[in-house]
Nanobody, 127 residues
Framework: QVQLVESGGGLVQAGGSLRLSCAPS????????MGWFRQAPGKEREFVAG????????YYGDSVKGRFTISGDNAKATVSLQTNSLEPEDTAVYYC????????????????????WGQGTQVTVSS
């Protein structure tokens, strides 16, 4: 069974950086795209960033554009998220996710269009 495992979360002061990583445990599998979402207490899960391997296209949520960078390795089904200039509003549990086939125009922004999820890693930004 495919499982995704996130790492790299932690406590950081505002203005700081963290690098989150995600890799599959168990057997390797083919992915079409991978993404990062986050969920803060009392809020809905929010799209953070996504990457499609076919054209190495990247996508970002408006709140993180210019501060976060997604990258990864298609062959290994690994994805990272470099988070810079962190703000207290970035505090959340961050989840990585994988699509095993394309969703056409739906793209990578909807969490319901992903096939596998990690357990999440906590990011806390202090002011």
């Amino acid at each position: 069974q495919v499982q995704l495992v996130e790492s790299g979360g932690g406590l950081v002061q505002a203005g700081g950086s963290l690098r989150l990583s995600c890799a599959p445990s168990g057997r390797a599998f083919t992915t079409y795209a991978m993404g990062w979402f986050r969920q803060a207490p009392g809020k809905e899960r929010e799209f953070v960033a996504g990457i499609k391997w076919s054209a190495t296209s990247t996508y970002y949520g408006d709140s993180v554009k210019g501060r976060f960078t997604i990258s990864g390795d298609n062959a290994k089904a690994t994805v990272s998220l470099q988070t810079n200039s962190l703000e207290p509003e970035d505090t959340a549990v961050y989840y990585c996710a994988a699509q095993t086939y394309g969703r056409g125009l739906k793209g990578v922004r909807n969490w319901s269009d992903y096939d596998y999820w990690g357990q999440g890693t906590q990011v806390t930004v202090s002011s």
